[in-house]
């Protein structure tokens, strides 16, 4: 994990490496949505982590969650959220 402060926009950045199974290009596009999990196979998984996250950090704090991944070997998030004044 990795912490940038961008005093110039008053913004900070978390961006967070995963080295696991890498998250497919199909399922980047529903990621964020309430229910969408890419684990249900592997137990009781509700798919609600994400859509909170996106929900507090874009919905509530007018900040930025992003995800890039190979699909095989990585996946990348992204939060941007403007400090508070």
Not at 24 to 32: A, G, N, S
Not at 71 to 81: D, E, L, N
Request: charged residues 25%; glycine residues 12%; proline residues 2%.
């Amino acid at each position: 994990m990795s912490t940038t402060l961008f005093e110039e926009s008053g913004e900070i950045e978390f961006v967070v490496r995963d080295g696991g199974l890498g998250i497919k290009e199909e399922y980047r596009r529903v990621i964020f949505s309430a229910f969408a999990s890419g684990k249900k196979e592997q137990g009781p998984h509700l798919g609600m982590g994400l859509y909170l996250a996106y929900s507090v950090v874009v919905l509530e704090h007018h900040g930025n969650l992003d995800v890039d991944s190979d699909g095989q070997s990585w996946t990348v998030f992204r939060c941007r959220i403007p400090l508070g004044k």
